[in-house]
């Protein structure tokens, strides 16, 4: 069991995460190119096949699952809620101890029996974000894995969203880039495609070449990978807590009525045997 588990105070992280973005919109250059612009060439183009990144996840990997905890309250639970979650079952799959879950995880004053709810009044994420953050309870079952790891790396600087980020999964995404300062800012470049429309005009599409990295972040790129990693699983897991023991117990189901049927066939054998 991890001891770092730290939710960092959550008061105001939605205003000063807003902020973060602006200011660090206000920094980066353009986010469009025209075909062959940026250094990077062929298949080392970042991000070029990102359409195809997995999470690659795995529910039973504990340590994996304690991390994501810690990453959900730290960077999330300020906004997003898992309502079919409480906090005592968190800590009992998880094997958390009491005494950590309720120094490091539990907002203060809430009981272990409370559900994992975020303290964010809805009429000021409307007014702040346009749109009430999610709850987040069964996203990962909704969208799948995939989709919610491939929003979190997809992330780049656009100057004219108000929160100063876009994201290739999700295009004109509400939320901010919550976790810039982790990954680090990236801009993304676009190539000027052309395409023939009806009487032979030309329309230009701009089409994702790659990104291109202009601030780094306090955790390297494989780093932020397993950080993202370890989140996707634990939103995974707490879109079916019991997953884990349903895969088990089902082993042993097919087992039985494989052993059951082959009970079947020799009873049948032994009532017909007279007949054939």
């Not at 990453?71 to 009992?92: A, D, I, P, T």
């Not at 879109?239 to 089902?250: I, K, N, V």
């Amino acid at each position: 069991m991890r001891t770092e588990l730290a939710p960092g105070t959550r008061a105001g992280r939605a205003a000063a995460l807003l902020a973060a973005a602006l200011s660090a919109a206000a920094l980066a250059p353009g986010v469009r190119a025209e075909e062959g612009a940026g250094s990077a060439e062929g298949a080392g183009k970042s991000g070029a096949d990102w359409e195809s990144w997995r999470a690659d996840n795995e529910v039973s990997d504990m340590a994996s699952l304690q991390r994501g905890a810690r990453n959900f309250v730290s960077y999330c639970l300020g906004c997003h809620s898992l309502k079919y979650e409480r906090w005592s079952r968190l800590g009992q799959d998880l094997e958390i101890p009491g005494r950590l879950l309720q120094a490091d995880l539990l907002p203060p004053g809430d009981p272990p029996t409370e559900y994992i709810r975020t303290s964010m009044p809805a009429a000021d994420a409307q007014s702040w974000f346009g749109k009430t953050p999610p709850d987040l309870a069964l996203m990962a079952r909704a969208r799948g894995g995939d989709y919610i790891y491939q929003l979190f790396k997809t992330y780049y600087v656009d100057p004219t969203r108000p929160t100063g980020a876009n994201n290739l999964r999700l295009p004109n995404i509400a939320m901010p880039h919550v976790l810039s300062e982790l990954e680090g800012l990236k801009r993304a470049v676009f190539r000027d495609v052309v395409r023939h429309g009806e009487g032979g005009t030309e329309i230009h599409e701009q089409v994702f070449d790659h990104f291109e990295q202009i601030a780094p972040g306090r955790l390297g790129a494989a780093e932020y990978d397993g950080f993202v990693r370890d989140t996707v699983n634990f939103l995974d897991y707490v879109g079916e807590p019991t997953q884990t023991a349903r895969r088990a117990l089902g082993i042993w189901v097919v087992l039985f009525l494989l052993v059951f049927s082959w009970l079947a066939w020799l009873v049948k054998r032994e009532y017909w045997k007279d007949v054939h």
